[in-house]
């Protein structure tokens, strides 16, 4: 299999973190209501067993403009990350999540996952998604995906008629879809969030 179009995406640019062989970077990124962010984060596998795990969360309720700009590049074998970002867009925001990951040619045996989830509350608020996959080697396990939807109306039906209120029943779904990705340490935190979206 030719590599011909493989191009490094570091040159001209110093990647935010280089992950060796064995280590394990974790990172969370918290996005709240009424924080505008640009998130741009550049991570580099250069050493065989290294591991990423990188979870988001933002929750947007009004004019916030949100991007997320995640560059992940498997240069070294048997090396995994695990991205999985959950947000919630309201009001009059604006989300964007651009993902890549790029599998080197020698970056033989990656696991390597993407996964991006939003819920939308009004008519107003904009996501945009890209998960994207480069792959340049052939024995490799790696998968991405995106999902943009709103609230699930059946599960507000019902719990609603087991007498939950529906602002109460609103904020359940939502602690639900982002549980995955919330820190426990800010858990009463983000809870505290959507019930101001709500």
Known sequence: ???????????????????????????????????SRDIDVAIDLVGEGAEVSLKGLYLCGGEERVNFRILMHHRAGGCVSHQLFNGIAGGASRVTFDGRIIVAPDAQQTEAYQENHNIVLSEGARVETTPQLEIYADDVKCSHGATTGRLDEDALFYMRTRGVP????????????????????RKEEIENAVNQLV
């Open 166 to 185: 529906e602002a109460e029943a609103k904020v359940l779904q939502m602690i639900s879809f982002l549980a995955a990705v919330t820190p426990a340490d």
């Open 1 to 35: 299999m030719g590599y011909g179009n493989y191009k490094d995406p570091f040159v001209g640019r110093r990647p935010d973190y280089t992950v060796g062989a064995g280590e394990k970077l974790e990172l969370t990124f918290v996005v709240l209501p009424g924080e």
